[in-house]
């Protein structure tokens, strides 16, 4: 074999070379449809630095997003009767668990931490939407009740992160019997003179908003986050009327009344640090 073969064919064929470029280095933007690199997105806590418009997140990057750094520790939930009504659709409920559990690397549908926001306390929960649409079972009602049970315990105030279709009809009566427990599960925390502070995210629905998701202390939402109980074609359908621009909007239902804060999320850590030391300062004098 010739130099030609052996030095010079081997380095042409190197420098021409396609090299292999990851394909989720960019997003697009599901509101203005521009792209954005990935490390961009990561920084500005996937909100578009173009349009910004508040992409989901999952429960994983709200808590690390929420808590001071390497502060927040996560508590084991109680595990309920997996498919207390062998319930089957196109496919066996226990096989939805299995895939969105291997999705999502979650046991279901909420995550509960504790640690400290700004150098105070706090419990968080925080409900993940990738999980089978963030649906309330028997699961989020556990999560629920023992996280306002940490948080009376620790004298610490509860934040819940909501992100859900309603409640999760695989699971039938069970799921909404999981309203009047976590309604029961604020007032823990209330009766404990503690806050109870609720972020809603995009979407936050059904069952969830029928239930805890309405009763905080204080109640934020990210901007442009979808608010409501059932949806706005059903709504019109029922009442025959066009309904107004940004209805079931976080932006609509601050103008109305309906919540106190429409906040950013790369503001939502400082602004949830305020709040606490505003509130638990309140509840203190108050004690004494």
Known sequence: ???????????????????????????????????????????????????????????TERLDWTFDEGSYTRIELPKPVTDPLKFRD?????????????????DDAITVAHGTIGG?????????????????????????????????????????????????????????????????????VKDAGLPFIVVLTDPTTGGVTASFAMLGDIQIAEPGAMIGFAGARVIEQTVREKLPEGFQRAEYLLAHGIIDMVVKR???????????????????????
């Open 1 to 59: 074999m010739s130099w030609l073969t052996e030095y010079v064919r081997p380095k042409i064929r190197t420098l021409f070379a396609r090299s292999s470029v990851p394909d989720n280095l960019w997003h697009q933007c599901p509101s203005c449809q521009k792209m954005i690199f990935h490390r961009d997105l990561a920084t500005n806590r996937k909100v578009c630095p173009h349009c910004g418009h508040h992409m989901r997140a999952s429960s």
């Open 120 to 188: 105070q306390k706090a419990v968080v929960a925080v409900m993940e939407f990738n999980f089978i649409g963030g649906s309330m079972g028997a699961a989020v009602g556990d999560g629920i009740v023992a996280a306002a049970r940490l948080a009376a315990l620790q004298k610490a105030p509860l934040i819940v992160f909501t992100a859900s279709g309603g409640a999760r009809m695989q699971e039938g009566a069970i799921s909404l019997m999981q309203m009047p427990r976590t309604v029961i599960a604020t007032r823990l």
């Open 90 to 106: 196109t496919k066996r409920y226990v096989d939805r668990l299995k895939e969105a559990r291997e999705k999502t690397h979650t």
């Open 266 to 288: 790369t503001d939502m850590q400082a602004t949830l640090a305020r709040v606490i030391g505003l509130l638990c300062v309140k509840e203190h004098k108050a004690a004494a």
